[in-house]
């Protein structure tokens, strides 16, 4: 027989304590969330490219978005824990992912790789512009913790769009 105390664990809610506002930890996790299905489907779809790259600059390009991919997932747990330390509960499965995702797929069994480069560096511009949307929604709500985080992550985006805008670029 359990007793009330390990059923009340059991049943307990996943609410962190946060000095944040209820409307803070909402509004905020859900922005995160969606931020972090984002990296999610921006990291396959880079692997995605990466294993799948052919041509003349193969090895340069096979090196960059192996780099790309493996800074996009090491912010993803960085994300989902931010969203647990204010008290909110983030994506659980791969179907949540497919719900809440912004990045389209390509699943084209061939893309150039001048196209891949272009399509990439379109999807990190796009996520830039959601994470400066979250950025100001975090700092409406005085989540100084996750602005800052964001800072990072904008930083490092813009910096794949940067390499990606030149590797990609038209050499006479």
């Not at 990045?103 to 790789?113: E, F, T, W």
């Not at 560096?121 to 996520?127: G, S, T, V, W």
């Not at 979250?134 to 800072?151: K, P």
Request: hydrophobic residues 40%; charged residues 30%; aromatic residues 8%.
């Amino acid at each position: 027989m359990t007793s009330d105390k390990s059923d009340y664990r059991r049943t307990a809610s996943l609410a962190t304590p946060t000095d944040l506002t209820e409307a803070a930890t909402r509004e905020v996790s859900a922005a995160l969330t969606l931020l972090l299905a984002d990296f999610f489907a921006l990291y396959l779809k880079t692997k995605n490219f990466h294993w799948h790259m052919s041509g003349p600059h193969f090895r340069d390009y096979h090196l960059l978005l192996d780099e790309h991919a493996d800074q996009v997932f090491a912010a993803t747990d960085a994300i989902a824990e931010r969203v647990r330390k204010i008290g909110g509960t983030t994506i659980r499965s791969i179907g949540h992912i497919a719900r809440l995702k912004r990045v389209l797929d390509n699943d084209a069994d061939y893309v150039d790789p001048p196209d891949m480069l272009a399509e990439l560096r379109d999807d990190n511009k796009d996520l830039v512009a959601r994470m400066r949307e979250t950025h100001s929604l975090c700092e409406e709500h005085n989540d100084v913790a996750s602005a800052s985080l964001l800072e990072g992550w904008i930083d490092e985006a813009e910096r794949r769009v940067w390499f990606l805008f030149e590797a990609s670029r038209n050499r006479l």
